[in-house]
Structures are given as structure tokens and as C-alpha cells.
């Protein structure tokens, strides 16, 4: 069974571009959410989705957005970069919207703003 | 919102010691609890996790963790460990009434020694 996949590994983006990170959510795994990881904050929560719907939305300024589309795949989209979202940027699935699973996360595209 | 402490940020061991890990959370309602590992240059992985019923949860690689809802903890334990958990180790709370999103401790690094 394929995990989480997500595209593309490594990015390089400038300041002040607009970057599309996609996820493939483990096959049958409906619910899909994305994390940020830097050394200085930790692990903070993005989106979540479910059945195309955001579900919930962490404390990250509008630049961040996201969708889900009708086969479960996810992206997330940084609008006009800065330095501070340099970051890896983590995709999560599990199969259904209810809390008694445990997330399943992907290897995580890693995101260089310069 | 719910936070998550993870008091030790390093810890270093020789092999066939044992391990126990501190987490503790704010948060005063119903919470799910979840360990994740990250060894190096991989995803994280679910190493165990805490919905209801026994405070004592055991998860795979030999690791258990014990749900103290007085104390507000959950801490990680292994008997014995082997230089292969040298990893980086998450505990993660997800709030019942808040989605499926989790807050995550800032994560204790474990280095075993040979």
C-alpha cells in the first residue's frame, strides 16, 4: 500500500513568488491535513480537510491556503514568499473524519525561499 | 488552545538503558494522545496512541506510554534501548472538540550510544 506521497521533494522559490505544494493521501484515506515544520517553531498545523471541505485552519496568515479535490488529493499554496516560510512543509492522511485514527504522514516537500 | 511540553529537548543513552520521555499538556477537556518518531532522514511515524480505555498503551518497537489524566501526561517509555531508536521523538494531543488537528511538543531528540 503507497503512503502519502507528495510533490515535489525540494524547492527553491524567491521571495515574493507563489509555490504549489500537491499531496496523494493514502489510497481510500479521505481526511488530509498539512503541518509546517521549522527548527524554531516546531510543528504547527496548517489545514485540514475532508471531503473537499476545510475543516479547520491553523494560525497561519491568508498567503496560506489549500484545497482538497474530489479524488482526496490536496495542495497547498504560498502566495508572495518570505524567508520565514522556508520550511518543510508536511501532508498527513487518515481514513475518515472521526478522531480514533492516527494520521499517516508523508516524507514532506522541503521549501527554500532565498 | 491546547499546548504541549516536552521537557527534555536531548537525551543521550548507552544501549540497554532505560528510556522515559515527559509530556505534558494543557488542555481541560477530552483528549486523544499520540507519540510519533522521526529517525533520521525519514517521515514521522505513529508509534503509539491513547484514544480511551487503558491509561497504558503499548505501540510498537517495544514502546509504551502511560495516560495520567490527573497530571495531565503522557510519557513515552521503553525499557531497554537499542542504538536503532536514536530518533527524534514527538508527542502530539489532539483536543476531541477542536477537529483532528494536532498540537505537537517540540520534540526530544534521543541519541543512543553504542
Known amino acids: 500500500k503507497a503512503g502519502v506521497t507528495q510533490t515535489p521533494r525540494y524547492l527553491i522559490k524567491t521571495r515574493g513568488q507563489q509555490v504549489t505544494l500537491s499531496c496523494s493521501p493514502i489510497s481510500g484515506h479521505r481526511s488530509v491535513s498539512w503541518y509546517q515544520q521549522t527548527p524554531g517553531q516546531g510543528l504547527q498545523f496548517l489545514f485540514e480537510y475532508f471531503s473537499e471541505t476545510q475543516r479547520n485552519k491553523g494560525n497561519f496568515p491568508g498567503r496560506f491556503s489549500g484545497r482538497q479535490f474530489s479524488n482526496s488529493r490536496s495542495e497547498m499554496n504560498v502566495s508572495t514568499l518570505e524567508l520565514g516560510d522556508s520550511a518543510l512543509y508536511l501532508c498527513a492522511s487518515k481514513p475518515g473524519a472521526g478522531p480514533d485514527y492516527g494520521y499517516t504522514f508523508g516524507s514532506g516537500t522541503r521549501l527554500t525561499v532565498v | ?114
Open chain 2, 1 to 114: 488552545a491546547q499546548s504541549v511540553s516536552q521537557h527534555n529537548h536531548h537525551v543521550i543513552l548507552s544501549e540497554a538503558a532505560s528510556l522515559e520521555l515527559g509530556c505534558n499538556y494543557s488542555y481541560g477537556g477530552t483528549v486523544n494522545l499520540f507519540w510519533y518518531v522521526q529517525y533520521p532522514g525519514q517521515h514521522l511515524q505513529l508509534l503509539l496512541k491513547y484514544f480511551s480505555g487503558d491509561p497504558l498503551v503499548k505501540g510498537i518497537k517495544g514502546f509504551e506510554a502511560e495516560f495520567i489524566k490527573s497530571k495531565f501526561s503522557f510519557n513515552l517509555r521503553k525499557p531497554s534501548v537499542q542504538w536503532s531508536d536514536t530518533a527524534e521523538y514527538f508527542c502530539a494531543v489532539n483536543a476531541v472538540n477542536a477537529g483532528n488537528m494536532l498540537t505537537f511538543g517540540g520534540g526530544t531528540r534521543l541519541m543512543v550510544k553504542p
